[in-house]
């Protein structure tokens, strides 16, 4: 199992940008692809964005796709989530993931360990 702690979520105006965290303990980090999911308040969990084991292949959900970003370092253990022009409809809780394999995947079910959450909040 990998422990996973997110960081950097906060209040930003729209337009704004943010970077998230999620450092990574426990079993080995840099064998697994990773993700970031969000859940707005009365609505289900939604995939963000993923990326591989080693970084090469990424996956975005279209309505996050060319203004986040999603890198990881696996020296340090952590993965990141670059998010630019934020709207309002980015507020959310964000959660880090460790997938199950080592390529990209996008399904929920496919990850096995969960960070605690980051509240990002969007505001006019």
């Known amino acids: 199992q990998v422990q996973l702690v997110e960081s950097g979520g906060g209040l930003v105006q729209a337009g704004g940008s943010l970077k998230l965290s999620c450092a990574a303990s426990?079993?080995?980090?840099?064998?697994?692809?990773m993700g970031w999911f969000r859940q707005a308040p009365g609505k289900e969990r939604e995939f963000v964005a993923a990326?591989?084991?080693?970084?090469?292949?990424?996956r975005y959900a279209n309505s996050v796709k060319g203004r986040f970003t999603i890198s990881r370092d696996n020296a340090k253990n952590t993965v990141y989530l670059q998010m630019n022009s934020l709207k309002l409809e980015d507020t959310a809780v964000y959660y880090c993931?460790?997938?199950?394999?080592?390529?990209?995947?996008?399904?929920?079910?496919?990850?096995?360990?969960w960070g605690q959450g980051t509240q990002v909040t969007v505001s006019s």
């Open positions: 993931a460790a997938a199950r394999s080592p390529g990209v995947v996008v399904p929920l079910a496919d990850f096995g360990s």
């Open positions: 426990g079993r080995t980090f840099s064998s697994n692809a």
């Open positions: 990326i591989s084991w080693r970084g090469g292949s990424t």
